[in-house]
């Protein structure tokens, strides 16, 4: 039997957690304090696994029932749900961390540690990076405000 939104909002905590069940897998776990949380069995190489996704309030069915239609789909190309996900961090966590600001803070942090006084990094070469993340930040910011579009200004022709 499908679950309903009233089921799910009269779910209480008891003297042991419970599961309320909904189709193809996903389920909402009821702990012992009462909280609600959204999960979905499924089977990969023959091996029994659980995928959390997000909390009750957080989340609700119809958005539950969306996350659960996208891991099936994973399923069906052959793939672990929750190996996409945890890749799918890892790749997010890497990007971010790849940006040019990231990367002079870094350099900064290091060449600070490796000695360099507080003088040195008050030097154009140092607050020249910063200038340059400023800058960065600038036109980005510039260029999702629908900046101006090279090509038109020169004739048709693209910067090099």
């Not at 890497?94 to 360099?116: I, M, T």
Request: charged share 25%; proline share 3%.
């Amino acid at each position: 039997m499908a679950l309903t939104a009233a089921a799910i909002k009269n779910a209480k905590g008891k003297a042991k957690p419970y599961k309320l069940t909904d189709s193809d897998g996903l389920f909402l776990y009821v702990a012992l304090n009462g909280g609600r949380y959204w999960r979905m069995n499924y089977r990969h190489l023959g091996k029994q696994k659980t995928l959390a996704f997000e909390i009750y309030p957080d989340i609700g069915l119809a958005d539950a029932r969306e996350q659960r239609d996208v891991a099936r789909k994973v399923l069906a190309k052959g793939n672990d749900p929750a190996e996409k996900i945890r890749l799918d961090r890892i790749a997010a966590t890497v990007a971010a961390s790849n940006s040019f600001k990231a990367v002079a803070d870094e350099w900064l942090v290091r060449v600070e540690r490796e000695g360099r006084s507080s003088v040195t990094m008050k030097k154009p070469l140092a607050a020249g990076l910063y200038q340059c993340v400023a800058w960065q930040a600038a036109c980005h910011r510039h260029h999702r405000a629908g900046g101006l579009d090279h090509a038109a200004q020169n004739g048709g022709q693209r910067p090099l």
